[in-house]
């Protein structure tokens, strides 16, 4: 669905953003890319995106290269929440704001109308229907941008920090709405240093060091390595931490607060 093949990237000011990354993701993989500030995480999706171009490789997303392919054309495949939801925002009210790509990808006033509503419902805007994005909070504005996007059902879906500005019960509803776009078959892209937040989703892991992929797996191998997430200063989720530190374990890292709580219940009943 995305390759990427042996792409550089070399940004105005002479930074070496991307160097020579190559990478595959598959049809409804959900994938986190993780790695300090500067690491290369949004120079890369951006390149899925169209809005920047690779300087030497290519970059494939579901067939075409996407120096052959304008950002619109890609857009209707490719759908991307970054992280300042201000940059993407611009209608005068939030039923507006929903509508503007729909109508720009030819839906119906109907399909339009159920898909707006929709999204509102989802992540809890219904009451700023008519209101100016310009007066909704940081995180609702994260949330707006996040509903836009997925009211169009775009195949892939990358989401840029999506966990800045939400609280516990919005990260939940966020976790379970990646899970219900992972169940439908969507291709998923998470930048995120939440780690917390990736963890309990178990996405496969991307680590990224100085524009190159330094670490590649499933989040069960790369969260235990503690040698490569601190050579690219990322924490490791504390389930881990706590699952190493026992000299009797489990056969795997508890996913969930409660596993962990359930095993050490079940080892003083022993």
Wanted: glycine share 10%; hydrophobic share 40%.
């Amino acid at each position: 669905m995305i390759e990427f093949r042996d792409v550089t990237f070399v940004h105005q000011n002479g930074v070496k953003a991307l160097d020579g990354v190559s990478l595959k993701v598959g049809t409804g993989e959900v994938v986190a890319v993780v790695g300090e500030n500067g690491a290369g995480k949004t120079t890369l999706v951006k390149h899925v995106t169209g809005l920047l171009k690779p300087e030497s490789g290519s970059v494939i997303v579901d067939g075409v290269d996407t120096r052959d392919a304008s950002t619109a054309q890609l857009s209707r495949k490719v759908g991307v929440a970054f992280q300042n939801p201000d940059h993407q925002l611009f209608s005068e009210t939030v039923e507006e704001e929903m509508s503007f790509a729909l109508k720009n990808f030819g839906f119906s006033e109907d399909v339009v109308h159920n898909r707006v509503t929709w999204g509102l419902e989802l992540f809890g805007l219904e009451e700023y229907r008519k209101s100016s994005p310009l007066v909704l909070s940081g995180g609702e504005k994260k949330r707006l941008t996040l509903a836009c996007i997925l009211a169009w059902d775009p195949q892939v879906v990358i989401f840029d920090e999506p966990t800045v500005g939400q609280d516990a019960i919005q990260k939940e509803k966020l976790a379970g709405t990646i899970q219900m776009l992972t169940s439908t078959g969507k291709t998923i892209l998470v930048v995120s240093h939440d780690i917390e937040f990736l963890w309990p989703i178990q996405p496969r892991v991307v680590v990224m060091k100085g524009g190159r992929v330094v670490g590649d797996g499933p989040s069960t191998d790369i969260m235990q390595d503690r040698e490569l997430l601190g050579s690219a200063r990322v924490a490791q989720p504390q389930l881990v931490e706590l699952y190493q530190e026992f000299r009797r374990r489990p056969r795997a890292p508890f996913i969930h607060p409660l596993d962990a709580k359930r095993w050490v219940e079940e080892g003083l009943r022993a």
